[in-house]
C-alpha cells in the first residue's frame, strides 16, 4: 500500500518544513555558501534543522500573526498561551477565551487543510493564574493506493496539542510560568514506510516561561516595559514506527522585548521584537567535502562518508541519537559552519500594534529566518476591533521574495475574543 496523489506530499513537506520554494535553483557560482560542507556551485548550502510535529512552533492566532509572528513580551491575551504563559499574569481581564481558524495552504488550491485554536485563562486571585490550549492541524483528506493506483480507503490525517498552563506573579514586575502538554500527531496511519507501517505518535512536552511588566513614565505619559523568556517544547523525541530511529520535537528558546506608549488618551502604539532559537541538533553532512567546499570522492568515484555521522554504525545519524537534555545543549555549538552557522540559525520577528481609542488597531510585522535555514521571510498586515467584550483580528501575510512560496500566502485569518471582567487587585487577595 502507498500514499498516492501529489497533496500528501505537498502537505508533508509544509508540515515538516513550513516552507515552498525551488530551494536557491540559481546559477552555479553565484551562491556564496557561508558555512562549511557546503558545495561550490551552491547545491549543498541549505542546512535547515528539521523536526516532528513542526505544528507545535505555528502562530496560531491573527493578533499576534499580523506582527510577523511576535508576541513573547506583548500585552496578554488567551493566544498568549502559545507565546509565554508566564505573561498571562500581567493579563488585564479576568476571564478571557479566543478562537481563530487558520485555512492552510489556499494559494495551493487545497480547501479542507487548517489549523484551530481555542485558549483561555483565568486568574485565580492576584498572584496566580491558569490557562488552557487546544490546537487542531487538520491535513485534509488523503486517498490510499496500492502500487498499481487502485484506491484503497481515505484517511484524513491530523494533529493536535492539548496544554495546560499555571502562571505565578514574583513580586510586582515578575512572574514565571510552566505549560504541562500533550502531543498527538496521525500522519499516514496504515501507510507503509521503510517497511514498517506507520503509526500515531504520542509525546509529552513542557514549556518554562519568565516575564518582566515593568509600567514607566515618560514625559508624563504612560508606558510600559517588558521582557519575556521562555523554553518551549521540551519534551520527549517521537515516532510514527516502532523504530528505534525517533525525532526530536521543536524544542525552542525564545526571547522577547515590547515597549508600549500612551500618546493621549485616544493613541498608543506597541513595538515588539522576538528572537527565537530552535533547541535541536544541527544536521550532520553525510559525506565528506574539502575546504573548497567540493564534494570528496574515493577512488572509485563515490562519495567518501563522514565518520561522524554515523560513527556506530547503526544506520542512525548520530546527532539524532542524544538524549533531550544533550541534545539542548549541544544546540548551541554543533553547527558544522562554527558560530556564523550558529547565529545563523536565529529566527527575528518585529511587529508594531497601534490602537485609536482602545477599540480600532492596526497591525504590521515582519519574519526573518536566514536563507539556508528555511528561508521564511515575510510581512504581516492586520486589523482589530474591540467592542465591550468582544473582540475581533484579522491578519495577512505578504510574501517578500519572488518565487518563495508559504503556506499562508495571500490568505486572510481572523480571531474571536471574548473578555470578562478585570484582573483581580492586589488589594483584594486573600
Given at each position: 500500500?502507498k500514499?498516492?496523489?501529489?497533496?500528501?506530499?505537498?502537505?508533508?513537506?509544509s508540515?515538516?518544513?513550513?516552507?515552498?520554494?525551488?530551494?536557491?535553483?540559481?546559477?552555479?557560482?553565484?551562491?556564496?555558501?557561508p558555512?562549511?560542507?557546503?558545495?561550490?556551485?551552491?547545491?549543498?548550502?541549505?542546512?535547515?534543522?528539521?523536526?516532528?510535529?513542526?505544528f507545535?512552533?505555528?502562530?496560531?492566532?491573527?493578533?499576534?500573526?499580523?506582527?510577523?509572528?511576535?508576541g513573547?513580551?506583548?500585552?496578554?491575551d488567551?493566544?498568549?498561551?502559545?507565546?509565554?504563559?508566564?505573561?498571562?499574569s500581567?493579563?488585564?481581564?479576568d476571564?478571557?477565551?479566543?478562537?481563530?481558524?487558520t485555512?492552510?495552504?489556499?494559494?495551493?488550491?487545497?480547501?479542507?487543510?487548517?489549523?484551530?485554536?481555542?485558549?483561555?485563562?483565568?486568574?485565580?486571585?492576584?498572584?496566580?493564574?491558569?490557562?488552557?490550549?487546544?490546537?487542531f492541524?487538520?491535513?485534509?483528506?488523503?486517498q490510499?493506493?496500492?502500487?498499481?493506483?487502485?484506491?484503497?480507503?481515505?484517511?484524513?490525517?491530523?494533529?493536535f496539542?492539548l496544554?495546560?498552563?499555571y502562571s505565578?506573579?514574583?513580586?510586582?514586575v515578575?512572574?514565571?510560568?510552566?505549560?504541562?502538554?500533550?502531543?498527538?500527531?496521525?500522519?499516514?496511519t496504515?501507510?507503509?514506510?521503510?517497511?514498517?507501517?506507520?503509526?500515531?505518535?504520542?509525546?509529552?512536552?513542557?514549556?518554562?516561561?519568565?516575564?518582566c511588566?515593568?509600567?514607566?513614565?515618560?514625559a508624563?505619559?504612560?508606558?510600559?516595559?517588558?521582557?519575556?523568556l521562555?523554553?518551549?517544547n521540551?519534551?520527549?523525541?517521537?515516532?510514527?514506527?516502532?523504530?528505534?530511529?525517533?525525532d526530536?520535537?521543536?524544542?525552542?528558546?525564545?526571547?522577547?522585548?515590547?515597549?508600549?506608549?500612551n500618546?493621549?488618551?485616544?493613541n498608543?502604539?506597541?513595538?515588539?521584537?522576538?528572537?527565537?532559537?530552535?533547541?535541536?541538533p544541527?544536521?550532520?553532512?553525510?559525506?565528506l567535502?574539502?575546504?573548497?567546499?567540493?564534494?570528496?570522492?574515493d577512488?572509485?568515484?563515490?562519495?567518501v562518508?563522514?565518520?561522524d555521522?554515523?560513527?556506530?554504525?547503526?544506520?542512525?545519524?548520530?546527532?539524532k541519537e542524544?538524549s533531550?537534555?544533550?541534545?539542548?545543549?549541544?544546540?548551541?555549538?554543533?553547527?558544522?559552519g562554527?558560530?556564523?552557522?550558529?547565529?545563523?540559525?536565529?529566527?527575528w520577528?518585529?511587529?508594531i500594534?497601534?490602537?485609536?481609542?482602545?477599540?480600532?488597531?492596526?497591525?504590521?510585522?515582519h519574519?526573518?529566518?536566514?536563507?539556508?535555514?528555511?528561508?521564511?521571510?515575510?510581512?504581516t498586515?492586520?486589523?482589530?476591533?474591540?467592542y465591550?467584550?468582544f473582540?475581533?483580528?484579522?491578519?495577512?501575510?505578504?510574501?517578500?521574495?519572488a518565487?518563495?512560496?508559504?503556506?499562508?500566502?495571500?490568505?486572510?485569518?481572523?480571531?474571536?475574543?471574548?473578555?470578562?471582567?478585570?484582573?483581580?487587585?492586589?488589594?483584594?487577595?486573600?
Amino acid at each position: 500500500m502507498k500514499i498516492s496523489i501529489l497533496k500528501i506530499n505537498i502537505i508533508l513537506i509544509s508540515a515538516f518544513t513550513l516552507i515552498f520554494s525551488d530551494t536557491f535553483a540559481q546559477n552555479s557560482n553565484t551562491i556564496d555558501c557561508p558555512f562549511s560542507g557546503a558545495s561550490a556551485d551552491g547545491s549543498d548550502c541549505n542546512n535547515t534543522i528539521i523536526t516532528a510535529v513542526p505544528f507545535l512552533r505555528i502562530v496560531p492566532d491573527a493578533r499576534f500573526g499580523a506582527m510577523g509572528d511576535v508576541g513573547i513580551a506583548m500585552p496578554s491575551d488567551p493566544n498568549t498561551m502559545h507565546f509565554n504563559a508566564s505573561n498571562l499574569s500581567f493579563a488585564p481581564k479576568d476571564f478571557s477565551v479566543s478562537a481563530t481558524f487558520t485555512p492552510w495552504l489556499r494559494a495551493l488550491g487545497l480547501n479542507d487543510v487548517f489549523l484551530a485554536y481555542l485558549s483561555g485563562y483565568k486568574h485565580i486571585d492576584y498572584s496566580q493564574t491558569i490557562g488552557v490550549g487546544l490546537r487542531f492541524f487538520s491535513l485534509g483528506q488523503i486517498q490510499y493506493t496500492d502500487d498499481q493506483g487502485n484506491p484503497l480507503q481515505t484517511v484524513r490525517p491530523n494533529e493536535f496539542e492539548l496544554a495546560f498552563a499555571y502562571s505565578r506573579k514574583l513580586g510586582k514586575v515578575f512572574s514565571a510560568g510552566l505549560t504541562a502538554k500533550y502531543i498527538f500527531s496521525n500522519l499516514g496511519t496504515g501507510a507503509v514506510s521503510g517497511g514498517q507501517t506507520m503509526l500515531p505518535a504520542h509525546g509529552f512536552a513542557a514549556d518554562l516561561s519568565f516575564s518582566c511588566y515593568k509600567p514607566l513614565k515618560i514625559a508624563d505619559k504612560d508606558a510600559i516595559f517588558s521582557a519575556g523568556l521562555v523554553f518551549s517544547n521540551l519534551g520527549t523525541k517521537i515516532s510514527y514506527t516502532q523504530s528505534a530511529n525517533r525525532d526530536y520535537i521543536p524544542a525552542n528558546l525564545g526571547l522577547g522585548f515590547a515597549f508600549e506608549y500612551n500618546f493621549d488618551k485616544h493613541n498608543s502604539i506597541v513595538v515588539g521584537l522576538d528572537i527565537n532559537k530552535l533547541l535541536v541538533p544541527t544536521p550532520i553532512r553525510r559525506n565528506l567535502y574539502d575546504d573548497n567546499g567540493e564534494l570528496i570522492l574515493d577512488v572509485n568515484g563515490d562519495p567518501v562518508p563522514n565518520p561522524d555521522y554515523d560513527a556506530d554504525a547503526n544506520g542512525i545519524a548520530d546527532y539524532k541519537e542524544q538524549s533531550v537534555p544533550a541534545s539542548i545543549f549541544s544546540s548551541f555549538g554543533d553547527a558544522p559552519g562554527g558560530a556564523g552557522e550558529e547565529f545563523s540559525e536565529l529566527m527575528w520577528s518585529v511587529g508594531i500594534e497601534y490602537w485609536y481609542n482602545k477599540q480600532f488597531a492596526v497591525r504590521f510585522g515582519h519574519y526573518n529566518e536566514h536563507k539556508f535555514k528555511g528561508n521564511r521571510k515575510f510581512f504581516t498586515v492586520g486589523l482589530g476591533i474591540k467592542y465591550k467584550i468582544f473582540n475581533i483580528n484579522f491578519s495577512y501575510l505578504i510574501p517578500s521574495q519572488a518565487g518563495q512560496r508559504n503556506p499562508l500566502d495571500n490568505t486572510l485569518r481572523f480571531s474571536l475574543v471574548f473578555d470578562f471582567g478585570k484582573a483581580p487587585d492586589k488589594k483584594k487577595k486573600k
